[in-house]
């Protein structure tokens, strides 16, 4: 079993940057980000494939996150430039056996317990 922590949440103001990590206990595969606003669903935000050659991004966060990872450390990193309200949320790290970028969250086998980013209006 991996365990998934991240950090690097907290409250940024709008426009502002901020940059998640999430450490995993152990080697994973493909990792992902989520984020869940309140009343909300969680939603993808961005995958990152093992060798962190292929990445993907959530039309709404193309251009202004960038996702990266550092398999030495089994650290995922997720680097959001220009903030915006709406984007806050609770994000959640996840992680697959597969190598390939998984987008779904179905296709994630572990899950962190989120770090919350706030964006105030």
């Known amino acids: 079993q991996v365990q998934l922590v991240e950090s690097g949440g907290g409250l940024v103001q709008a426009g502002g940057s901020l940059r998640l990590s999430c450490a995993a206990s152990g080697r994973t595969g493909a990792m992902g980000w989520f984020r869940q606003a309140p009343g909300k669903e969680r939603d993808f935000v961005a995958s990152i494939s093992w060798s962190g050659g292929s990445t993907y991004y959530a039309d709404s966060v193309k251009g202004r996150f960038t996702s990266s990872r550092d398999n030495a450390k089994n650290t995922v990193y997720l680097q959001m430039n220009s903030l915006k309200h709406e984007e806050t949320a609770v994000y959640y790290c996840?992680?697959?056996?597969?190598?390939?970028?998984?987008?779904?969250?179905?296709?994630?086998?572990?899950w962190g317990k989120g770090t919350l980013v706030t964006v105030p209006s």
């Open positions: 996840a992680a697959a056996r597969q190598r390939s970028a998984v987008l779904a969250k179905k296709g994630m086998d572990y």
